[in-house]
């Protein structure tokens, strides 16, 4: 009997499982940002390659272009690049800039890409799943005091850095409050979620010593809470909130130490002769903000900052305080100096219309417009929106889950993603 030939796939079908590939890589991307570069990095890249082999670039484009966080991320790197075109610098300097802020081109693509909601539960639940093991994988190396990565800044920590092992637990966390809130899980879905809330917690608040992420997790936690329990409950929820912070911080000897310490070099670091974390930082605000006063409403240019803040800081101080610094650990000051009022009016609007759309896009919606409250609220520290770690993290969330989303199907207690 003559075997049938198998026929060949279509360029649909190809087309179809390039698209699946790419997102499958998008997926890879995120959960790595925060542990590894070079993994993050080269899956980023099979995204793009994918993506473009799909035949389905420009269609999905389209569908970037026309959301209204797409929107927004063309309308502010629209700004970025003219503030290059006045800024006193190389262009090589100017390229890195612009590149450094590449995570919002990531960001617009996904937004066309995940627009289906199976897809977006994948994303979801293969995050949480990771962070999970992750998670656990911590507890032993912090309770017997084992540095396993070179430049560990404290036993248990293994991912890229404290702040980033932090954040990436504290966006797991918010994935596990709504994924409770918003589907149907079996009581042993629900048992393993409430335990994976717990690992998170623990190495947020006791394993971790990142201030960043003391403050991300309240301020997003917050923000979860008036999503799902409403405005008309705000006392309630800050009451709550207030309560469990005081258990925590009487609980808690790294968050006691870290706070403490903070408020010791806050206050001290104008006559202290050594440099400190929030010692560097007060002298970054107040140089910036003296720099902003000359130029307001456009900024010094795009790539300005290192140039424009190195002068002023070298004019004034002899000691540490004089050094130079590219980066004023505070984003909001930072798109100031460089791209003006303008840029920064932008860039606001840029973060509300994203947790508009998060508040909408429900079921996952919400998870991104928290987690970008977090990165706000970090931010205030750091430049978050532009760290390796953090700004891809953040991006890849966004894209993907403020993706307008098809009709969902039903989600059965036993369904896995």
Known sequence: MALKAKSMPTFAEFSEKSLALCRYFAIITAIAAPVSTAVSSVASIALLVTWLI???????????????VGKAILLFVAWLIIGALYADTEWPAKITTLLSWKKLFFAFILLGLFDEALWQRRFVHSYVIFMFFAGIAALPLWAFGLNVREGATGPGIFMTNWSSQSIAFVAAFLCCIFLIQNEALSIKQKRYAWMAIAIFLFNILFISTSRSGY???????????????????????LLVLFGVLLIVGASSSNLQERIKLGLQEKSSYQSSGNESSIGLRMVFYKNTLELIKDRVIFGYGTSSFEKTYTALAASKYQDWRGGKTADPHNQYLFVWLENGLIGLLLFFAYIYVALKQGLHNK???PIAACFL???????LFNSHFKTFAEGNLLAFFLGALLARPQSLPAISSGSHA
């Open 54 to 68: 799909s035949g389905q670039a420009l269609q999905t484009l389209k569908k970037s272009y026309q959301h209204p």
């Open 215 to 237: 403050l991300a997790l309240p301020a997003s936690l917050f923000f979860a809470g008036m999503i799902i329990y409403g405005y008309k409950k705000l006392p309630q929820i």
């Open 363 to 365: 079921p996952y919606g």
């Open 373 to 379: 409250v977090a990165i706000c609220a970090s931010s």
